[in-house]
Nanobody, 122 residues
Framework: QVQLVESGGGLVQAGGSLRLSCVISGRTFSNYAMGWFRQAPGKEREFVAAIGWSGIITVYADSVKGRFTISRDNAKNTVYLQMNSLKPEDTAVYYC???????????????WGQGTQVTVSS
C-alpha cells in the first residue's frame, strides 16, 4: 500500500520560511518523480513544483520560482519543499504526489498525501 505523509506546515508571517517534507512508503521511491501541489479555499488545486527521480530535473510554477526549492533524499524516501519569502497568497493546503514522470498536471499523479496546511499572515 502506497502512503505519502506530509509534514512541516504551519503559521508563518509574510517573508518567513517553512520546509515541507513528504515521506513515501510502499513504492521504490527512487523510481518515481514527485510533485507538490496546493489548494486554497475556493480555488482549484494548482501545481507548485516537481522533481525527477534523480533530482536533476526540477520544474516550478512561475508564482514560486526563485522562492521555493524542491529536493529529494532517495535514501530517506523523502521529498522536500523549501519555501522562502512567503506571501499571504501562498496560503493553502499543500499536497505531495507521486508519478512516473515529471508533470505539472495533477491528473497524471497516481498517489497523493493528505495535505498540510500552510498559512501566511500579512
Amino acid at each position: 500500500q502506497v502512503q505519502l505523509v506530509e509534514s512541516g506546515g504551519g503559521l508563518v508571517q509574510a517573508g518567513g520560511s517553512l520546509r515541507l517534507s513528504c515521506v513515501i512508503s510502499g513504492r521504490t521511491f527512487s523510481n518515481y518523480a514527485m510533485g507538490w501541489f496546493r489548494q486554497a479555499p475556493g480555488k482549484e488545486r494548482e501545481f507548485v513544483a516537481a522533481i525527477g527521480w534523480s533530482g536533476i530535473i526540477t520544474v516550478y510554477a512561475d508564482s514560486v520560482k526563485g522562492r521555493f526549492t524542491i529536493s529529494r533524499d532517495n535514501a530517506k524516501n523523502t521529498v522536500y519543499l523549501q519555501m522562502n519569502s512567503l506571501k499571504p497568497e501562498d496560503t493553502a493546503v499543500y499536497y505531495c504526489a507521486l508519478d512516473k514522470f515529471v508533470s505539472k498536471v495533477a491528473s497524471t499523479y497516481d498517489y497523493w498525501g493528505q495535505g498540510t496546511q500552510v498559512t501566511v499572515s500579512s
